[in-house]
């Protein structure tokens, strides 16, 4: 398309999945409110004011019987759009009064060849409120293009023809806790049925066997899925850090480090790695090789359409006041103080930085 031909705003459905969101789902809509036009909201299975809420504000409000498959019930949402673009939301998800603004430019500029548009995730914060954790999700998917939501548990859209990177976020605000146990008792179900889980579900499988602390049987299913070779690069490299994390918890250091360094075989060193590698070396007080971990990270691009997991800090703030601390333990206090001023450019309120900064302080005032 010319560059000079007028673009006409695509018209967006958002579709949704619920169940028993009556504390969230008000909050959510109202942050889409004028941003879409059309609603769909799929229940699943709602005992408390969910379906109520909906209603007030739109008259697509469908139910769905929960057969345990996240991407079965996102696709029935999906079906009922009737706009140009399908949006997808959770209900503990909220747009931002900048984020918006951003969507608005979005609506009135994309090319209507797009088929993907993808948007960043926000998902971890500090007290302040600043992102600690965020990733690239398909977050607008032309509509009856052919896409579909695969996996009954972590679902995604595998994209397809033209994709677009945009600058509003999708921010996740949670209001409870969910079921910790639920993923992993789907993909218990499934493998109990004789499934075979693709590549991204058996990823998927090791994390949730981490996160209920079966850390033998979480390394064995990363293995199993590095082994195989058929795994995106992002997930290979963030596998090598499970497997790193299990081999802590099961008291094998040594083999920790191997598993970071082993992501070095996939790409380019992430600073997430790196910091990784710091940690390890820093807990066993080897201070110089975890200040050349650190010192690496720092070097390390950012790249945030690369798509996997990304830690904000491990590109600043972290690896700086890490190293603080790395160089003073190594008697080079001055490094120290310049390190703990780089970190403060990143989070000047931080309470490590103000507290080194006394500490500088007092070295100071002793050595006058």
């Not at 600058?167 to 789907?186: C, G, M, W, Y």
């Not at 380019?268 to 650190?294: H, I, M, T």
């Not at 603080?324 to 206090?333: A, D, I, K, T």
Request: charged share 25%.
């Amino acid at each position: 398309m010319n560059a000079s031909t007028p673009v006409s705003p695509i018209t967006v459905s958002l579709c949704m999945i619920v169940k028993d969101e009556e504390e969230a789902l008000t909050r959510c809509l109202e942050s889409v409110s004028g941003l879409v036009e059309e609603i769909v909201i799929v229940d699943t299975g709602s005992t408390d004011k969910t379906r109520d809420i909906a209603a007030g504000f739109t008259d697509k409000v469908y139910s769905f019987t929960w057969i345990d498959d996240f991407a079965a019930a996102r696709n029935e949402a999906f079906s009922h759009a009737t706009m140009d673009y399908c949006m997808w939301l959770d209900a503990d998800d909220v747009l931002l009064e900048s984020d918006r603004e951003a969507f608005r430019t979005l609506k009135e500029t994309l090319d209507p060849a797009v088929s993907v548009v993808m948007a960043p995730y926000h998902t971890g914060f500090d007290q302040e409120g600043r992102v600690t954790f965020s990733y690239y999700r398909e977050r607008l998917i032309k509509n009856h293009a052919g896409m579909r939501w695969e996996g009954a548990v972590h679902e995604a859209i595998t994209p397809s023809g033209q994709v677009v990177y945009a600058e509003f976020a999708v921010t996740h605000r949670k209001l409870r806790p969910s079921d910790p146990d639920r993923n992993l008792q789907i993909y218990e179900k499934q493998l109990a049925a004789g499934a075979v889980l693709d590549p991204r579900q058996e990823f998927y499988y090791g994390r949730e066997l981490y996160y209920h602390r079966r850390y033998a049987e979480a390394r064995a299913v990363f293995e199993r899925f590095l082994s195989g070779g058929r795994g995106w690069v992002e997930n290979n490299i963030d596998a090598c850090c499970h497997c790193a994390y299990c081999c802590e918890q099961l008291d094998e250091p040594e083999k920790a480090m191997e598993a970071l360094l082993r992501s070095f075989l996939f790409d380019r060193p992430r600073a997430e790695v790196c910091c990784e590698l710091g940690r390890c070396f820093f807990q066993q007080e080897r201070f110089s090789q975890a200040a050349y971990w650190y010192a690496l990270a720092l070097t390390c691009p950012r790249d945030d359409q690369r798509g996997g997991f990304v830690c904000p800090d491990c590109y600043g703030y972290l690896p700086c006041i890490q190293l603080c601390v790395c160089c003073s333990r190594l008697g080079n206090q001055k490094q120290a103080e310049h390190f703990n001023e780089l970190a403060a450019s990143y989070k000047p309120e931080s309470p490590a930085v103000l507290h080194n900064r006394i500490y500088f302080q007092g070295l100071a005032e002793k050595a006058n």
